[in-house]
């Protein structure tokens, strides 16, 4: 898959791989529509790259496909620049004011 191609482009392709693989696991669009919750229109929708995401997952899981997932768009991890950004604002020492307001609220009997 080339990473030039325009949005549509990539969604059609995905769309045709959602075909195969409802062809591969020998199912009828109609029969994928009942798994996943939707009508047998947006199941070809589906197929030309026209739908919306959360749609697109529960056809996926209708073939069993969500554990690519993982391979489709991988977890990121935080980069090192971003986690010395995040850890320069963590709390490093106590103030000491809350000491001080304790003692201010406490009874001297």
């Known amino acids: 898959m080339s990473y030039e191609r325009t949005a549509s482009a990539i969604a059609e392709e995905l769309g045709e791989r959602l075909k195969q693989a409802?062809?591969?696991?020998?199912?009828?669009?109609a029969e994928v529509a009942?798994?996943?919750?939707?009508?047998?229109?947006?199941?070809?929708?589906?197929?030309?790259?026209?739908?919306q995401l959360e749609i697109f997952v529960a056809i996926m899981a209708a073939l069993n496909l969500t554990e690519q997932l993982d391979l489709f768009l991988p977890k990121q991890n935080i980069s090192p620049i971003q986690l010395a950004k995040l850890q320069g604002k963590k709390?490093?020492?106590?103030?000491?004011?809350?000491?001080?307001?304790?003692?201010?609220?406490t009874p001297g009997w």
Do not use: F, P
Not at 22 to 29: C, G, K, P, S, V
Not at 34 to 41: A, D, F, I
């Open 22 to 29: 409802r062809l591969n696991h020998d199912l009828t669009q």
């Open 34 to 51: 009942e798994l996943s919750g939707v009508t047998r229109k947006t199941v070809l929708n589906a197929e030309k790259g026209k739908v």
């Open 91 to 105: 709390r490093q020492r106590a103030s000491g004011l809350r000491k001080n307001n304790i003692e201010e609220d």
